[in-house]
């Protein structure tokens, strides 16, 4: 029964190996030389080499461009000394040199007729994309920013120019200085987005109370015509870090911004941990409803696609820096009139 089961998990392994779309080789040392004995359909695949040239060749040989050959030997050296690899890296294919994430596994089991394997996650192209659209953002955003100072400073001076403006050439002025802002506030939602999605080490447990009530005394200097409530418990850690606070400027400024009221009305709460260990944080407001398509959007009950994508990067901002910490959005009707966006965090 014992001899079954071991046949039964070994099919299984190889079955799962055979069809998973990491490239994965198993090698033997002959000497320090890593030599190939196996490897799977992606490997072929990914590396373009046939079957008949890979196995029985140096795995260093075919893979390793020569200026990382001492990086290569230094693994190897891990790998006999029964030490696991980890590291993103460049190799070479058929068809060019691309990223991968390697993970080097050494095998301790003297009966098998291999010494250990390693697994390849090819990264390129996500690398690429990322390193464009870093491009693209750093210099869209510093000529955006440049032309938007240059729209308001020339809309002003135009109005000092003119010797009795209008009605209309104080609309249009106004208009176009409105537009202006609206403009800047996207930069800066791009750059705390951009701050959000990059990966930061470290553990992310905040006291989330003495955040928000810095949040809310900053938001009522910058709006003093607006009312910001607060109905807060004594403590409370959450998962999460520094960045939640874009999250939370972030709904406390829309809530008054695009409130017509004369007196924008914003209620913050926090609850404690329920039984299941979640919080929410919620802000309340009594302003006009968030677009149906956004909700529906941000809540998750429709696909973005190229009409329905949401007019500003305020709330992708919102949900993806709760998300960063496992976390979820919401957003209903509130007691208020208006809105009720809660963020449910994990309690730390």
């Given at each position: 029964?014992?001899?079954?089961r ?5 099919t299984?392994y190889?079955?799962?190996v ?11 040392f002959v ?7 196996w490897v ?5 695949d ?6 008949e040239?890979?196995?029985g ?6 893979i390793?461009?020569?200026?990382h ?12 000394a ?5 590291k993103?890296?460049q190799r070479?294919t058929?068809?060019g ?9 050494p095998y ?5 007729p291999?010494?250990g394997?390693a697994?390849?996650t ?6 690429r994309?990322?390193?464009?659209l870093?491009?693209?953002?750093r210099?869209?955003?510093?000529n955006?920013?440049n032309?938007?100072?240059?729209i308001?400073?020339?809309?002003t ?11 209309e ?17 996207l ?5 705390q987005?951009?701050d959000v999605?990059a990966p930061?080490?470290?553990?992310v447990?905040l006291?989330c109370v003495?955040l ?12 003093p015509?607006a009312t910001i409530?607060m109905?807060?418990?004594e ?5 999460a870090?520094?960045r939640?606070r874009?999250?939370?400027?972030g709904l ?9 009221a004369e007196t ?20 309340d ?6 677009p ?15 009409t329905?994508?949401g007019?500003g990067?305020?709330?992708w ?5 709760t998300?960063?910490?496992?976390g979820?959005?919401?957003i209903?009707?509130s007691d208020?009139?208006?809105?009720r966006?809660?963020l449910r965090l994990?309690?730390?």
């Amino acid at each position: 029964m014992t001899d079954d089961r071991s046949i039964g998990k070994a099919t299984r392994y190889r079955h799962l190996v055979e069809h998973t779309r990491d490239a994965i080789v198993e090698f033997e040392f002959v000497g320090e030389t890593p030599m190939i004995r196996w490897v799977n359909e992606a490997f072929i695949d990914i590396f373009g080499y046939s079957r008949e040239v890979i196995e029985g060749a140096s795995l260093n040989d075919l893979i390793v461009p020569e200026w990382h050959t001492e990086e290569a030997r230094h693994f190897d050296t891990r790998t006999i000394a029964g030490d696991i690899n980890h590291k993103r890296v460049q190799r070479e294919t058929a068809t060019g040199l691309r990223q991968f994430l390697y993970r080097g596994i050494p095998y301790e089991d003297d009966e098998l007729p291999v010494d250990g394997a390693a697994i390849y996650t090819d990264l390129t192209d996500l690398i690429r994309q990322r390193r464009q659209l870093k491009v693209l953002n750093r210099v869209l955003r510093h000529n955006l920013r440049n032309q938007v100072n240059l729209i308001a400073g020339h809309t002003t001076r135009l109005l000092d120019a003119i010797d009795e403006p209008s009605t209309e050439h104080v609309e249009t002025a106004v208009a176009v200085e409105q537009a202006a802002r609206n403009l800047e506030t996207l930069t800066q939602e791009a750059d705390q987005i951009e701050d959000v999605i990059a990966p930061q080490p470290g553990d992310v447990e905040l006291e989330c109370v003495s955040l928000l009530q810095t949040v809310v005394a900053d938001m009522r200097r910058q709006y003093p015509a607006a009312t910001i409530r607060m109905r807060l418990p004594e403590a409370l850690s959450v998962r999460a870090d520094r960045r939640l606070r874009f999250a939370i400027e972030g709904l406390i400024d829309n809530a008054i911004r695009h409130n017509p009221a004369e007196t924008p009305i914003v209620e913050v709460t926090a609850t404690e941990a329920d039984s299941s260990g979640w919080a929410d944080v919620c802000v309340d407001d009594n302003g006009p409803r968030i677009p149906a398509t956004e909700r529906a959007i941000i809540n998750g009950d429709i696909e973005m696609d190229s009409t329905r994508h949401g007019s500003g990067l305020g709330l992708w901002l919102i949900k993806w820096t709760t998300e960063l910490y496992g976390g979820d959005v919401s957003i209903t009707t509130s007691d208020l009139g208006g809105n009720r966006v809660c963020l449910r965090l994990l309690c730390a």
